[in-house]
């Protein structure tokens, strides 16, 4: 069989998978379950592997679904929104952060995804480079913006940075590694049933 038919086609139903990366976020990103880590990297990445075409619609609805969550976390604390220390200006460069795990999905995604090394060369490349990429943005902003380090320098923004890289990284791929298995074992389904569709036609 060729390598191309072993792929998952970009044409898959958008709704469905929106709805599901929309679920793992929403129920990860409240933090009610301390052994459950938070899955929005991995969300915003597999969000651009699979739904690259549906950018416009569906990266500004997982970023809303994301404020949104924050947002009633918050105030469920008894908190005001807009006065918490992660709401700061650098709040909203998560944007930023969030477009470069999807752009490193998307990245994967010119390709067709098969069931070779090359094909996870690139997608554990691609989650390595985006994810300190988005660790970048998201931490650097927080902490050269937000009012919540006195004294900034460049050696303590680099030993926060890559304190914190590696947990974040860790989360990310475990989540991203559970999706490629189930990509996985969804190739080789289709597979199997084209191949007994085949010797009965």
Known sequence: MNPADRSVPSALPAAPLVFALAVLLAATRVHHFAAIPDASWAVFFLGGLYLHRHARRAFPALMALAVLVDWAVIR???????????VSPAYWCLIGAYLLLWAGGAWVA????????????????????????????????????????????????????????????????????????????????????????????
Request: charged share 10%.
């Open 76 to 86: 469920s604390q008894g908190l005001s929104f807009w006065q918490h220390y992660c």
């Open 110 to 201: 010119r390709r067709p995804l098969a069931l070779d090394l090359r094909t996870l060369g690139r997608l554990a490349l691609a989650v390595v480079v985006s994810a300190a990429a988005c660790q970048l943005v998201a931490q650097g902003s927080f902490y050269w913006i937000s009012a919540s380090v006195a004294e900034p320098t460049v050696a303590g923004w680099w030993k926060n940075y890559t304190d914190w890289l590696p947990a974040y990284l860790g989360t990310m791929a475990l989540y991203v590694a559970l999706a490629a298995a189930v990509h996985a074992a969804a190739l080789q389904l289709t597979a199997a049933t084209a191949q007994r569709r085949d010797r009965t036609a």
